[in-house]
């Protein structure tokens, strides 16, 4: 069982190394409910020693239980936008890691607001009536990764 998610681990790595933008993720998720999040094309390699995952990272190694590790996810997040304009690009969210309450600067008047967890299920909506700063109150999402959608913008943010 251990050689089929090894084999099956690194497949996976290595298409996602083949697609990496900064923009691609790695979950692991242990059976807390923590989560750790790496950006693929940070990732230098995987190894496997004795039950223990270790993720190689151009910033840090990570070692994760394998009994512990619930599961891992892999995650292309597109958080481009190609054809947005220049007041789009100036929204700001912050702070980042979230406890409780999310700020959104530079928002065009009426745009709508809508939170998805890493799997796409949608938590919140809010049309922000006016232009300029708002704020969610995240308290009573689950600790995760979000994905902010603003009008046709994304920003990733985490809930601790």
Known sequence: MKKILFST????????????????????ISTDNSQ???????????????GVMTVHSTNADSN?????TRKIVFSL?????????????NIKVYPNPVVSTIYI???PENEALSIYSIKGEKFAVNKNPYEGT?????????TGIYILQIGTQSVKFTKK
């Open 9 to 28: 681990l690194i497949c996976l790595f290595a298409w996602f190394q083949a697609q990496a933008s900064d923009s691609n993720e790695m979950i692991v």
């Open 36 to 50: 750790t999040a790496y950006v693929i094309s940070n990732i230098e390699k995987i190894t496997f020693n004795s």
């Open 64 to 68: 994760h239980d394998l009994l512990t």
């Open 77 to 89: 997040v597109d958080t481009s936008d190609k054809n947005a304009n220049k007041e789009s690009s």
């Open 105 to 107: 600067n530079g928002i």
């Open 134 to 142: 708002t704020s969610i109150n995240v308290s009573n999402l689950p």
